[in-house]
């Protein structure tokens, strides 16, 4: 796990990078899988921001731990996430010795596994409750949901933090991430599991639409890759029996249902 003096630089956090030209539009099918690319996104903008150096920038930065906080408290994250990663840990354990598994691979996955095991069982208390605990940055994130309500003469405390040096902030904006980051570390392998669970395939939109019936099918998360210079965007329902998409004009004042036939990657994801 990085410490508290890592600078939360992107390629250390291992951030996956997009595909060249390619947009992927994910779509939870659960509750859970919802919230964890909830928690991912806030915690790449966290990260993002950190390490930049103006006051607003860390002002930003802030903002998305709030959010963090306020998200994983809605579920009993760390419990699931443990849940999770020991199924998948017991799943895995089982390839071992299968000659048609890369056991070097394997090896790597598992033990990745088992340190978040290890850095998610020592945590203490929920998730940014280190943070509840400082009445100035709880007057802050209390403030922050006002429009405008952040204003140095409503917080003289937090006008005085943004005009410290940037090197001061970034240092106690990692301090305050230092304890999430075993539940990120988490985050991130279930959603990488989860993720390369499915193999894409190739349809075809007819006139923008496209329907598949499930029949049962299980699935946690529809993968829709599609051509950046296609543009249009995905509108998703989906349920254990159905699944319908329509694509929509991009950008436009009152968006219209694409009328041409529109070639996309599908993916379903499940653990």
């Known amino acids: 796990m990085p410490s508290v003096h890592y600078h939360v630089k992107i390629n250390e956090i291992n951030i996956p990078k997009p595909l060249l030209h390619v947009i992927d539009y994910e779509y939870p099918l659960s509750e859970r899988v919802r919230t964890l690319l909830r928690l991912e996104s806030l915690f790449h903008k966290a990260f993002y921001f950190v390490a930049l150096e103006?006051?607003?920038q860390h002002h930003a930065a802030l903002?998305?731990?709030?959010?963090?906080?306020?998200?994983?408290?809605?579920?009993?994250?760390?419990?699931?996430?443990l849940q999770e990663l020991e199924r998948q840990r017991q799943g895995l354990e089982n390839l071992r010795n299968n000659k048609a598994i890369d056991q070097d691979k394997l090896a790597e996955v598992l033990t990745e596994i088992s340190q978040c095991l290890k850095s998610i069982h020592g945590l203490a208390g929920k998730l940014g409750q280190?943070?509840?605990?400082?009445?100035?940055?709880?007057?802050?994130?209390?403030?922050?949901?006002?429009?405008?309500?952040?204003?140095?003469?409503?917080?003289?405390?937090?006008?005085?933090?943004?005009?410290?040096?940037?090197?001061e902030r970034r240092a106690q904006?990692?301090?305050?991430?230092?304890?999430?980051?075993?539940?990120?570390?988490?985050?991130?392998?279930?959603?990488?599991?989860?993720?390369?669970?499915?193999a894409p395939q190739t349809v075809l939109a007819i006139k923008g639409?496209?329907?598949?019936?499930?029949?049962?099918?299980?699935?946690?998360?529809?993968?829709?890759?599609?051509?950046?210079?296609?543009?249009?965007?995905?509108?998703?329902?989906?349920?254990?029996?159905?699944?319908?998409?329509?694509?929509?004009?991009?950008?436009?004042?009152?968006?219209?249902?694409?009328?041409?036939?529109?070639?996309?990657?599908?993916t379903f994801c499940n653990l």
């Not at 579920?75 to 699931?80: I, Q, R």
């Not at 991130?188 to 599991?193: A, G, I, M, W």
């Open 209 to 266: 639409s496209y329907q598949q019936m499930l029949n049962g099918r299980n699935a946690q998360l529809i993968k829709i890759s599609l051509n950046q210079h296609q543009p249009y965007t995905p509108e998703t329902s989906a349920n254990k029996y159905a699944l319908s998409i329509r694509f929509l004009e991009a950008l436009t004042e009152h968006p219209k249902t694409c009328t041409e036939n529109l070639e996309f990657k599908l």
């Open 54 to 56: 103006d006051a607003l």
């Open 173 to 198: 904006l990692n301090l305050w991430l230092k304890p999430m980051l075993p539940i990120y570390q988490g985050i991130s392998v279930v959603l990488k599991l989860l993720r390369e669970s499915g």
């Open 63 to 81: 903002l998305a731990l709030f959010e963090i906080i306020e998200v994983a408290g809605r579920a009993d994250l760390k419990s699931d996430i």
């Open 130 to 167: 280190n943070l509840k605990e400082i009445e100035w940055l709880m007057n802050i994130k209390q403030r922050a949901s006002i429009p405008g309500g952040t204003c140095e003469f409503d917080l003289p405390a937090y006008h005085y933090w943004l005009h410290i040096p940037s090197d």
